[in-house]
């Protein structure tokens, strides 16, 4: 990944349980941004969840004092290296708080981390047919040798 500018427009934080009443309308637009559905009432009970999440850790960035975006990473092992590696798996930045830099400073605050833990490098997943997210990954790093599949899981069956 390239080395990124330090941006000091935005306050990022780790968010905790107590962020979660200020979380979950973000989170509803998230949702409804990537399904492109109708907007969904914010969910205090899945932010909470997702806040508490074991593996889950998560970013927020304050533009004003006010929650804008969020990351949401995983600190990951790297079996070929066998250090650690970074996963950014979810990032949003509210519509009228786009384009000022928001989601760059997640990805800054991010790198920060990484090298805080020693991380090998940080994974973006981005959404297949998003022209706009990609061409914001490639301005802070580069396309990796990697395919993304999905093996869905039949949740109506008993394991056996």
């Known amino acids: 990944m390239s080395t990124l500018p330090l941006s000091t427009r935005f306050d990022t934080v780790t968010l905790t349980i107590d962020d979660a009443l200020e979380f ?10 990537m399904k492109r559905g ?38 990951l092992p790297d079996a070929m290296s066998g250090m ?24 800054e605050a991010l790198a920060r981390k990484g090298r805080t833990r020693d991380w090998l490098s940080l994974r973006l997943m981005v959404p297949e047919g998003s022209q706009m997210r990609t061409s914001f990954a490639e301005t802070v790093g580069k396309k990796a040798r990697l395919d993304s599949f999905v093996v869905q899981i039949d949740r109506g069956r008993a394991a056996g």
Request: aromatic letters at 10%.
């Open 24 to 33: 979950a309308p973000l989170l509803a637009a998230y949702v409804q941004d």
């Open 38 to 75: 109708a907007p969904r009432h914010p969910d205090l009970y899945y932010a909470e969840s997702l806040l508490r999440d074991r593996t889950a850790e998560i970013l927020g960035a304050r533009l004003d004092g006010t929650l804008v975006g969020f990351a949401v990473f995983y600190d």
């Open 84 to 107: 650690r590696v970074g996963q950014l798996e979810d990032l949003f930045v509210m519509h009228d708080s786009r384009g000022r830099g928001v989601a760059r400073a997640l990805v």
